[in-house]
């Protein structure tokens, strides 16, 4: 197995099997069978540089999943840095119950000048997850507030991943081991999703049948992420907004994988024109420094929860972090610097490399059934020759092997580098990913 792009780790003996130990002793680690995490080789980060971690042995990894999406920019970006020490100064926190924070005003402001969303008021809290549980509890009382009865139902869609939280695990779909809590989810209106070309007209279809009953639709603009990136018409995604907005049913956009430049536009909804009532970010907004996520609602829906101080009207919600001032000092930063430093015009040119570069050499591999792309966000599908393989795992143990940090989705490998990610970087990305591809089909041809 090659070195390359390790970096200095040869001569230093590993540590890090005392960090896993110790890891695995007390860290009980998300979507993750512990009875086996530390036999399969997890590394271990101390710091990192740009788009590389470096782990406890000080071997360097290209962070090629952007630590699970959220890295936009890089790692210690110095603006980002200063952003965040110069908050220090002023204040860590304070709360947005019933009190102001000057940044977190601030951010409000720059994100109200970029959200595709009409006359936007932003909720804010920490997680992706609680972005859409606000969400769907802003959407159930916009319909009480006005008196208007029987509105309690949600459209989403097959292949939806909407986050952990229980109402937000209920509008998304089973999957990745979730069944188990089936039993707790609410029921939704469940249409097919973008791997069903006429899922559109069949989500429009439903919504025709039950708009007397739905408070909201709920999808994923353009990219349905975690199913493995399974990529939509941004017409299709238009006319399901449009069919929200005549048949006057709420539509909630989770831009909690797609926002802040992911598939080549600031939004994702911005592909198809939609204008979402409800908007939900996360994973990005902080440039992937900071845990925060915000719900962004607009003019028309606000305006159902005004009424007299302490009455029913009233949005009975409120994260303790929600609006945090480190975060949002961060998360103001970023916006400038995206916009500063044309982070979209680096997306478009890599994402076209990237797209090239798949063609060519992965595409037509052996070991791949089809590439799916969306500006900088690639599920490499593989097609292992009998199910139990996991060559997903092995793929991206191979990758790693070679300092090229992926994680995949079952079989599918997710490519989502930084939006930073420079021309190099990608051609390192293609060159792991292709070894660890022959790696897997000449062990298979082994094994046969
Ligand atoms: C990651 C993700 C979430 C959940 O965000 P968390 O911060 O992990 O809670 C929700 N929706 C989508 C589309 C996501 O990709």
């Not at 159930?140 to 292949?159: D, M, P, S, V």
């Not at 797609?258 to 600031?266: A, E, I």
């Not at 500063?340 to 040119?349: K, P, Q, R, S, Y």
């Not at 997903?392 to 079989?411: H, I, K, N």
Request: aromatic share 6%; charged share 20%.
């Amino acid at each position: 197995m090659t070195d390359q792009g390790t970096g200095a780790g040869g001569a230093t003996p590993p540590t890090s099997d005392g960090w896993v130990a110790r890891d695995a002793a007390v860290v009980w680690h998300g979507f993750t069978q512990m009875a086996a995490y530390a036999g399969s080789a997890p590394i271990v980060v101390d710091r990192a540089e740009g788009r590389e971690l470096i782990d406890v042995d000080g071997k360097r990894y290209l962070d090629a999943i952007s630590s699970l999406w959220v890295t936009t920019l890089g790692h210690r970006v110095p603006e980002l840095d200063a952003a965040l020490r110069s908050q220090l100064d002023k204040v860590a926190h304070s709360t947005l119950l019933g009190n102001g924070s000057r940044v977190a005003i601030e951010l409000a402001e720059a994100l109200a000048g970029v959200v595709p969303v009409d006359a936007p008021h932003i909720v804010f809290a920490s997680d992706g997850a609680a972005a859409v549980e606000q969400a769907v509890k802003i959407a159930f009382q916009y319909w009480t507030n006005q008196g208007i009865e029987g509105r309690h139902g949600y459209l989403a869609l097959g292949n939806a991943y909407h986050g952990d939280t229980v109402g937000s695990l209920s509008v998304g779909d089973g999957g990745f081991g979730t069944d188990v809590f089936d039993p707790m989810r609410f029921p939704v209106i469940r249409t097919p999703g973008y791997d069903d070309p006429g899922w559109a007209s069949k989500a429009i279809a439903a919504i025709e049948r039950h708009a007397d009953e739905l408070a909201a639709v709920v999808l994923e603009p353009l990219v349905q992420g975690a199913s493995g990136i399974l990529v939509a018409e941004p017409d299709d995604v238009a006319a399901v907004g449009s069919a929200c907005r005549r048949l006057g049913v709420l539509l909630v956009a989770d831009e909690v994988a797609t926002g802040f430049g992911r598939t080549g536009r600031l939004f994702a909804s911005e592909w198809s024109g939609l204008r979402p009532d409800i908007l939900c970010l996360g994973k990005g907004l902080t440039g992937g420094y900071l845990p925060m996520s915000a719900t962004v609602v607009a003019g028309a829906v606000f305006a159902a929860f005004l009424g007299e101080d302490l009455g029913p009207k009233t949005f009975y919600h409120g994260h303790s972090y929600g609006g945090n001032a480190l975060a949002a000092a961060v998360a103001l930063e970023h916006l400038r610097l995206l916009q500063a430093w044309d982070v979209l015009d680096n997306v478009e040119a890599r994402a076209g490399q990237l797209a090239d570069l798949l063609a060519g050499r992965v595409a037509g591999h052996p070991a791949v059934r089809v590439v799916r792309q969306q500006g900088l966000m690639v599920g490499v599908e593989l097609a292992p020759p009998r199910p139990g393989l996991r060559w997903g795992r092995r793929v991206c143990a191979g990758s790693v092997a070679r300092g090229v940090l992926l994680r995949p989705l079952g079989d599918v490998v997710v490519i989502m580098p930084p939006l930073t990610v420079t021309d190099g970087e990608v051609i390192r990305i293609v060159d792991a990913l292709t070894a660890a591809l022959d790696d897997v089909v000449t062990e298979s041809g082994d094994l046969t």
